[in-house]
């Protein structure tokens, strides 16, 4: 099983970016896809998610209305759509899969048992 983030880079406040999880090994609509972020001297924070078991999106409230997470089970990919970035939003976003995490530690970093690589957002003017 893999999983390979991609799409970040350097963007103007204001800016979108789309970032992208390739997956292979799985089969979306029966795995929870996840996607986190870590600050420099920050700890890692969850973002959003698509929940296997409802297939809805969840999203934190600070990135509410600006980021929109989707799937293209044909291309077992998972995107983030990252509209009106800040630069408070500049860190390494890493997506995260698990099979079998409930809906109360969607948020938890620890209820995933597989993750990609990581891929830098900048937001600097």
């Known amino acids: 099983v893999q999983l390979q983030a991609s799409g970040g880079g350097l963007v103007q406040p204001g800016g979108s970016l789309r970032l992208s999880c390739a997956t292979s090994?799985?089969?979306?609509?029966?795995?929870?896809i996840g996607w986190f972020r870590q600050a420099p001297g920050k700890e890692r924070e969850w973002i959003s998610c698509m929940f296997r078991s409802d297939s809805r999106p969840y999203y934190t409230d600070s990135v509410k209305g600006r980021f929109t997470i989707s799937r293209d089970t044909a291309k077992n990919t998972v995107y983030l759509q990252m509209n009106s970035l800040k630069p408070e939003d500049t860190a390494v976003y890493y997506c995260?899969?698990?099979?079998?995490?409930?809906?109360?530690?969607?948020?938890?970093?620890?209820?995933?048992?597989?993750w990609g690589q990581g891929t830098l957002v900048t937001v600097s003017s």
């Open positions: 090994g799985f089969t979306l609509g029966y795995t929870t």
């Open positions: 995260a899969a698990d099979r079998g995490v409930i809906l109360s530690a969607l948020a938890t970093a620890t209820a995933y048992d597989y």
